[in-house]
């Protein structure tokens, strides 16, 4: 059974301070691991997609990295509205269509 | 605005009733998933349809189903609905044609239907 454990489950920054926010992984082969923010209320929003090992992908204050057991998502000098719930899911290769299997999220608050 | 679209935005009904969720994927993609989200279990996967077929089923319950129309939008019914199928659904869409790191399977998620069961 696939599984993906986010750490930590809660995390308080003040604005400009980087950190990073982890999320480990087990499938039957990966085709996909996908991170979105979320904001409360509202749809996942689309961040990243990351195939293999090594890979890495940004877009703003943010970095995805990826190994073969967990993904980072680095976090550079954050501002307020980075402020969301982080989640990272994985899709399978060897399973019966595309579902993914999330975790259970990172909330992050950034202060001014 | 992923363009996909879900509606009702809310809902409030009875236990027992019968409700129906719908969604119309982004233009082009092919596979409609449902999700849900409750506070004490995170987004689970319900049941996936491509191109009017079902392709995949989580832990849907036998009270709830779904369908694929011909024009590609789905819809999510949900029977005998109980106080703990209060939750966040959400559709999802994408393009998955089975192209491999091709951005085709990547899903884009609706704004969700926010079910309350009193």
Do not use: M
Not at chain 1, 58 to 81: C, D, G, M, Q
Not at chain 2, 72 to 86: P, R, T, Y
Request: negative net charge.
């Amino acid at each position: 059974e696939d599984q993906v454990t986010q750490s930590p489950e809660a995390l308080r920054l003040q604005e400009g301070e980087s950190s990073s926010l982890n999320c480990s992984y087990t499938v039957s082969g990966l085709r996909g691991l996908f991170w979105y923010r979320q904001d409360p209320g509202k749809g996942p929003e689309f961040l990243f997609t990351l195939y293999s090992a090594g890979e890495e992908k940004e877009k703003e204050r943010l970095k995805a990295t990826l190994t073969k057991k967990e993904s980072f998502l680095h976090i550079t000098a954050p501002k307020p509205e980075d402020s969301a719930t982080y989640l990272c899911a994985v899709q399978a290769a060897e399973t019966s269509g595309s579902r993914l299997t999330f975790g259970e999220g990172t909330q992050l608050t950034v202060n001014p | 605005d992923s363009g996909v679209t879900q509606t009702p935005k809310h809902l409030i009904t009875a236990t027992g009733q019968r409700v129906t969720l719908r969604c119309s994927p982004r233009s082009g993609d092919l596979s409609v998933y449902w999700y849900q989200q409750s506070l004490d279990q995170g987004l689970q996967f319900l049941i996936q349809y491509y191109n009017g077929e079902e392709r995949a089923k989580g832990n849907i319950l036998e009270r709830f189903s779904a369908q694929q129309f011909p024009d590609l939008h789905s819809e999510l019914n949900l029977s005998s609905l109980e106080l703990g199928d209060s939750a966040l659904y959400f559709c999802a869409s994408s393009v998955d044609s089975g192209g491999w790191a091709s951005g085709q399977e990547t899903q884009y998620f609706g704004p969700g239907t926010r079910l309350l069961v009193l």
